[in-house]
């Protein structure tokens, strides 16, 4: 079982990404460079947080049309899996594998914080160490978080079971106090209709080790080493 | 040839910076304002020699990379 990080200029995730991965969770791991199409045979992709290309124009729109990315397209078609962490998840917006648009957060305001989340599905490979209905801890560093999209997607998308996480408050209610960036539907994280590729704004890279202040996040990482050892 | 692309948020998208300008203005006195949006202007200046030309690829790089056609809509105007 390999994982690839991928990184673009301007990046800055990524090396939190392999040193949990491969220091925490030791597992095997590579990087791989936006303008090479190799994947070098792993069997998941990553694509880190961070301001590629500077977020210029909009954030993820210049790096959905780096080289990589069209590898990683037809590796999410043939069933790969891929996971987006914020600039990451922004980059799968923006390349369509995830339906829907990043809008500025509604305080205009770029939040770095730790937030509540309830977990909504557990039956995908980035979620199956959680428990429907966990209430978890992550932090989040975004200007662009407030997630949208159009009426009939957004119908589609609860019908395909396609919202992971949401915000919430410490009981697991969707407060608006508890909705950090005015996302539609307290929205922090969903995943494909096949449930192979998965976006979310928080960072489980960065609650991984006790001494961050929670281990919530490396349960992402760890559903998806129990998904591919199942295969 | 000059392009010049405005993008601006689909009508109905909540915009926050707008809303902020807004109070701003009227903090500053200015009372009769309905509505702010901010959006953005994109300048190209091209080798085409047609207008009509220019604008059909202008149109291409609007729906391509310029605009999000989930959440943002566009005007071209090309001009000498």
């Known amino acids: 079982m390999k994982f690839g990080v991928v990184v673009f200029p301007g990046s800055n995730c990524d090396e939190d990404c392999f040193y949990v991965l491969k220091e925490v969770l030791r597992q095997n791991v590579v990087y791989l460079w936006h303008k090479d199409a190799c994947l070098k045979d792993c069997d998941c992709v990553v694509l880190p947080g961070g301001f590629s290309y500077g977020d210029y124009l909009r954030a993820g729109a210049i ?3 780096s080289p990589i990315m069209r590898s990683v397209s037809e590796f999410s078609k043939d069933g790969g899996l891929v996971l987006g962490i914020c600039n990451g998840f922004q980059i ?3 390349s369509g594998l995830l339906s829907g648009a990043m809008l500025r957060n509604t305080s205009i305001k770029f939040i770095c914080r730790y937030v509540t989340l309830r977990v909504e599905r557990t039956d995908t490979p980035f979620t199956n160490r959680f428990r429907t209905g966990q ?8 200007n662009e978080g407030n997630y949208t999209t159009g009426t009939n997607e ?19 209610q969707l407060t608006p106090q508890a909705n950090p960036n005015g996302s539609t539907e307290h ?9 192979n590729v998965m976006g979310l704004m928080p960072h489980p890279e960065r609650s991984a080790e006790p001494e961050l202040g929670s281990m919530d996040g490396r349960l992402v990482f760890e559903s998806l080493i129990h998904a591919m050892a199942a295969v | 040839m000059i392009a010049r692309i405005f993008v601006t948020l689909k009508p109905g998208l909540l915009d926050p910076q707008g809303k902020t300008i807004k109070q701003a203005l009227e903090s500053l006195g200015f009372k009769e304002i309905k509505q702010v949006r901010v959006g953005k202007l994109i300048e190209l200046e091209l080798n085409h020699s047609k207008a009509a030309s220019a604008k059909r690829d202008v149109e291409r790089m609007c729906q391509k990379l310029l605009a999000n056609p989930v959440v943002e809509t566009y005007r071209i105007e090309v001009r000498r």
């Open chain 1, 154 to 172: 957004l119908r589609q998308l609860k019908l395909q079971n396609g919202v992971l996480f949401r915000y919430c408050d410490a009981d697991g």
């Open chain 1, 92 to 94: 799968l917006l923006e």
């Open chain 1, 187 to 195: 929205i922090a994280g969903i995943c494909n209709r096949p449930g």
């Open chain 1, 135 to 142: 209430v978890v801890r992550m932090p989040i560093a975004h």
């Open chain 1, 63 to 65: 790096a959905r049309f």
